[in-house]
């Protein structure tokens, strides 16, 4: 697949909870996701205080699509470890797949990450 602006990988990754959470999730595709986009916005609560994390990956081929598949489905119940952070919150916001030339899929997931106290 050729690279566009939309489809290259992202060139700064943060490190911090940010990076460890990007981390996880591509631990969590099996290794088979590129993370295109990564975006991080504040979020508090009365109790609580923490950040919106947005992420889009990408995965390429048949192999990779069924990790994909795979993320999709255990994301919403896994249990992150990130160092002083819970997860509070994480879900799929979008997905575009398609299979002609070949298998590719993007998923878009929005994590709700919480200073642990």
Request: net charge negative; hydrophobic share 40%.
């Amino acid at each position: 697949m050729p690279a566009d602006p939309d489809t290259r990988p992202a060139r700064t990754m943060p490190r911090g909870p940010a990076g460890h959470l990007r981390d996880a999730l591509l631990k969590l595709a099996s290794g088979r996701a590129v993370c295109l986009r990564q975006s991080e916005r504040p979020w508090a609560s009365v109790t609580f205080e923490g950040a919106r994390h947005t992420f889009e990956l990408r995965f390429d081929g048949l192999t990779a699509t069924l990790a994909g598949e795979t993320l999709i489905e255990q994301l919403p119940d896994h249990e992150f470890t990130i160092p002083g952070q819970l997860v509070a919150e994480a879900r799929v916001t979008a997905v575009d797949h398609r299979l002609a030339p070949e298998p590719c899929m993007k998923v878009t997931c929005e994590l709700l990450l919480l200073k642990d106290a």
